[in-house]
Nanobody
């Protein structure tokens, strides 16, 4: 059974940076497309970025966020720079293969002065 454990969230001032980490276990990491999604209060969960053979970013993340993965460490990262208050949300790690889709428990990111 795949397990995803996020870390790295917290409170940061506007313009600041955070790096989220998602540790993957329970299967072959390299076969999964990994992604970060977020959900703000009262809103639907939305894509932030994915990484498989290539990377894909939401328009809101382009130029500010960078997704990366280390297949040797079974870990995916989300480097977030120039954070804005509207980036405040619970950020979820996702692992997707042809037949499976897994979610982490989420980590809170709050951007506020």
């Amino acid at each position: 059974q795949v397990q995803l454990v996020e870390s790295g969230g917290g409170l940061v001032q506007p313009g600041g940076s955070l790096r989220l980490t998602c540790a993957f276990s329970g299967s072959i990491f390299s076969i999964y497309v990994m992604g970060w999604y977020r959900q703000a209060p009262g809103k639907q969960r939305e894509l932030v970025a994915t990484i498989g053979g290539s990377t894909n970013y939401a328009d809101s993340a382009k130029g500010r966020f960078t997704i990366s993965r280390d297949n040797a460490k079974n870990t995916v990262y989300l480097q977030m720079n120039s954070l804005k208050p509207e980036d405040t949300a619970v950020y979820y790690c996702n692992a997707r293969s042809t037949y499976r889709n897994y979610w982490g428990q989420g980590t809170q990111v709050t951007v506020s002065s």
